[in-house]
């Protein structure tokens, strides 16, 4: 509490009142204008040209020293030293930064690495001298407002007259009191992209781009306003099975930094890794290094998860306009910067159609004054006055032309004029140069007349002149979340006392559960039918006589507990089916009716909603005929936790036994895939791939010729040049064209899968191999164009039917030649149609067995009905060596399929 008192009153000691200490005088005061200092003068930049104070004074030193030449960074500083008042060590670090933008600043020695956090050499052996960019977009003299310096020995610029939005190209970050500011960079050429769709009335949307690469999830970015958030992630392939590697990294961290946060996430057991390797030289290469048995999918998400491979950063526009801070948002910051611009740019015309006015002003007048000899009416004169007086009087007559009056400064020029120039004077030229300036200021009125379409040739030109090698470096992607326990490494053991209720990580003396990470989660089910989810710990009492633990899974619909129960003491035995999906931690849920001496007589946990069948053995009491039977748990509703659950008794059970394991009763697990972040999901999102089953598998293709299937985990990363993703049907062919580099020619190949569990490369290794067209269809069809020989007419598109043209081989065979004639293009088309042999009713595959054909009438009708490759001119077209001998193709079925 600030009060204008110039006194501090008595401390009041009365018992339950605060004791108030008020500021008074110079305190008050002082601290308001340092905070104002540090916001105005240091910390913040400028919108009007986006520079802090001490970048200006860097920007106008290095302008005063321009001679063309490097300067050493030393001298810069020095120089600028003259109007920031604070250390040289400030200026020089204020430099570097600018320097490493590469945009204003033409570097040469050693100026650190962004990407390594490498610290610039010392400023006395590094040079610098402004770049072209900044010469041409920066500086004018005649369009900037100046002010002394702190010392009044020199003038300063209020602030340089940049006709680009150069706060968003370079960002910006700085913390004053009680105020802080975070711009950052964005993409040169989109931001002229941007302008110019501001200046056509369009609307525009500009996003980040960072120097370091890496990968950024933007959609909550909030135009850069506080409250947005940016996530930010280094690029991480798969090198091999055991190895992955970094090649660009988030922005605002490096390869050092990178490194220490993943060898700290080791150390606690998050990830596991073997070794790592930093290779980083002019680009950057990390190679994580993975032990044998480590999954690289689940690696990755746990170094986004548990490391600095993905940051979040919160922008925030803070600004200074009219020595006032103000939050705006970066598309406010571009129209703010753009218009700007029209009118910095629009004063520069101002003032160069007031100079060629003044050229051809004086042309004309010069011309008059030689031209008519008006020079010779003063050799008579004796007074300065007297002189001008004849001048002036000699030009009255041809003066009716001029656009304004005739100054004394105007005849005082004409006075200076040298006799040999008048002896020299060509009238021709005069006129001709006249002329000229008469075109170049009709010129520059066309351009005030349509001054924003001058201003977009301006950025067009800017964007020619200097974008080359400016483009986007940040790919613009949208993240999933990483469910951190999804993918932590399990590297500690679970433990638990079940007598006693005891579970932990510390109870090695006790009974092991399972592996488990200190970020887990466990489940506990217990005899009195009670439930509870806890943290994992050293050691957690969670109730007596406990039947199950297990690492517990948040929206785990597919684990299904089977359960059946002794309601209360005398009472009934029901039986229920549920899975827990959501839970407060740490409180005690009852699966029963709660009564008193209620007791769990079976208890199973299912992870894929298996149903198994169960004897019921009763107590031989009074007159019960039937002490025995079997219950089918998949004639139990799945239903919620809290159900009462059905009958299964009401007399006394002696026990339950299991007599048979079951199956999943769950329905088949829909999976997509979203392509916009590129992964699977159970949510419904992007294109749905299949249902599947617990064997079920993903066939993945990519460009390179890679081929695989894998497990469909939702952790699966897949590279950008993957060309197929569907579900796996083992026995359908995979039907490829794709051009030997080391034979120069078109094979074609048909294969199965032979090996579920391994990758396989299945065009040739050659360096100039490459895929063509890959299909998964059953009867396949491509059309082929020629190039065209010289002489001859171009030879026809050919289609052909390629599982009639080649049988199905080992993925490792060469296939067969595609064609002899030079081919200029492959073009997949619709496939035939085609009856999988497992949706062939049961029926009409016993008529099939009952059909006898012989090889060459299955051959002859394939040659009928199917559409087949014409010969060349030169020769036939080469066939399949199995389908030329006569033998049938294995996946087109039965004959009675055709």
Not at 119 to 134: G, M, N, P, T, V
Not at 267 to 275: E, F, L, N, R, V
Not at 438 to 445: A, C, G, L, V, Y
Not at 505 to 515: F, H, K
Request: negative net charge; aromatic residues 8%.
């Amino acid at each position: 509490m600030i009060e204008d008192q110039g006194h501090i009153p008595e401390e009041d000691h009365t018992q339950g009142q605060e004791t108030i200490t008020r500021v008074t005088g110079m305190y008050k005061d002082w601290f308001l204008d340092y905070a104002s200092y540090v916001i105005l003068e240091r910390a913040v930049p400028a919108i009007e040209d986006g520079f802090k104070p001490v970048q200006r004074r860097i920007l106008h030193s290095m302008k005063d020293l321009d001679d063309g030449r490097y300067n050493k960074v030393a001298n810069i500083v020095g120089h600028t030293m003259q109007y920031h008042p604070h250390g040289d060590a400030s200026i020089a670090d204020a430099m570097v930064q600018i320097g490493q933008k590469d945009l204003l600043i033409d570097t040469q020695g050693n100026w650190g690495n962004i990407l390594t956090g490498d610290r610039a050499a010392a400023s006395r052996y590094i040079e610098a001298r402004l770049s072209k960019f900044a010469l041409d977009v920066v500086f004018n003299p005649k369009t900037t407002e100046w002010q002394a310096s702190y010392d009044g020995r020199r003038k300063e610029p209020i602030n340089l007259p940049v006709k680009f939005p150069l706060l968003l190209a370079q960002g910006a970050e700085g913390i004053a009191v009680g105020l802080s500011t975070k711009v950052l960079p964005h993409n040169f050429i989109e931001l002229i992209e941007a302008s110019i769709k501001h200046l056509q009335g369009k609307r525009f949307t500009i996003v980040p781009d960072f120097a370091t690469g890496g990968i950024a999830d933007f959609s909550n970015y909030n135009d850069g306003l506080r409250g947005g958030k940016v996530r930010c992630r280094a690029r991480i392939g798969q090198l091999n099975k055991n190895t992955l590697v970094i090649t660009e990294v988030p922005f605002g961290t490096t390869t050092s930094s990178l490194i220490d946060s993943i060898l700290k996430a080791n150390d606690k057991g998050k990830i596991k890794i073997k070794k790592i390797e930093d290779n980083t030289a002019a680009e950057v290469e990390i190679l994580i290094h993975l032990p044998s048995g480590i999954s690289p999918d689940k690696t990755i998400d746990a170094l986004f998860a548990f490391t600095n491979c993905e940051t979040s950063i919160s922008p925030l526009g803070c600004v200074i306009e009219d020595n006032k801070p103000l939050f705006v948002g970066v598309s406010e910051m571009l129209r703010h910067s753009t218009n700007l611009t029209v009118e910095l740019l629009k004063l520069e015309l101002e003032i160069r159609l007031n100079e060629l006015e003044e050229q051809w002003h004086f042309a004309s007048l010069e011309r008059i004054f030689i031209e008519n000899r008006i020079y010779r009416d003063i050799e008579d004169e004796e007074t300065w006055e007297g002189v001008i007086s004849a001048i002036d009087k000699g030009l009255q007559p041809y003066i009716q032309h001029l656009k304004r009056a005739i100054t004394t400064d105007d005849i005082t020029r004409l006075t200076e004029i040298r006799i040999k120039r008048i002896s020299k004077f060509d009238i021709d030229k005069a006129q001709q140069k006249i002329e000229a300036l008469e075109d170049q200021i009709e010129e520059t009125k066309g351009y005030l007349a349509t001054i924003i379409d001058y201003a977009i040739a301006y950025f067009k030109r800017l964007k020619a002149d200097y974008g080359k090698g400016k483009e986007r470096k940040t790919e613009i992607k949208v993240f999933a979340d990483v469910d951190a326990t999804k993918v932590v490494i399990r590297n500690t053991k679970l433990y638990v006392n079940r007598e006693e209720g005891f579970v932990g990580t510390g109870m090695r003396r006790e009974e092991y559960v399972c592996d488990c990470s200190d970020i887990d989660d466990i489940i506990v089910f217990t005899k009195a039918g009670k439930m509870m989810v806890t943290k994992v710990d050293t050691k957690t009492f969670v109730g007596k006589n406990i039947i199950h633990v297990s690492v517990f899974k948040k929206k785990d619909t597919r684990t299904i507990y089977n359960m059946i129960y002794k309601d209360g003491k005398g009472g009934a035995s029901y039986i229920k089916r549920f899975a827990v999906t959501s839970i407060t931690r740490d409180r005690e849920y009852d699966l029963t009716k709660g009564k008193p001496q209620t007791n769990v007589l079976y208890f199973s946990a299912n992870p894929n909603g298996e149903a198994e069948i169960v004897s019921v053995l009763l107590r031989q009491v009074g007159s019960i005929k039937k002490l025995k039977w079997d219950v089918d748990f998949s004639d139990i509703s799945i239903k919620g936790r809290a159900s009462k659950g059905n009958i299964v008794t009401k007399h006394a059970v002696k026990r339950i036994e299991l007599k048979e394991k079951g199956m999943s009763t769950l329905k088949p697990r829909k999976i997509w895939f979203d392509d916009t972040i590129q992964r699977l999901n159970v949510d419904g999102r992007g294109d749905l791939i299949g249902e599947f089953r617990g064997e079920d598998r993903l066939l993945v293709i990519t460009q390179s010729g890679l081929i695989k299937t894998i497990v469909p985990e939702i952790t699966t990363h897949f590279s950008d040049d993957m060309i197929v993703l569907e579900k796996w049907i083992p026995s359908k062919p995979i039907s490829a064209i794709y051009y030997d580099g080391a034979k120069e020619k078109y094979f074609v190949k048909r294969f199965l899968i032979e090996n579920e569990s391994k990758e396989e490369v299945f065009i040739s290794a050659h360096a100039s191999s490459a895929l063509e067209i890959v299909s998964t269809d059953w009867r396949p069809m491509a059309e082929l164009t020629f190039a065209k020989d010289r002489g001859k007419d171009r030879k026809p598109n050919q289609k052909i039917n390629i599982a009639q043209f080649i049988d199905v081989k080992g993925i490792s065979a060469q296939g067969n030649q595609l064609s002899r004639q030079k081919v200029n293009q492959i073009d997949l088309l619709e496939p035939l149609p085609f009856q999988a042999p497992e949706a062939i009713p049961a029926d009409e595959l016993e008529v099939v067995d009952e059909v006898e054909i012989s090889v060459e009438a299955h051959l002859q009708q394939q040659k009928t009905l199917e559409e087949t490759l014409p010969p060349t001119q030169d020769e036939e077209v080469q066939r399949s060596d199995d389908l030329s001998s006569g033998s049938t193709d294995p996946e087109e079925g039965q004959i009675t399929l055709f």
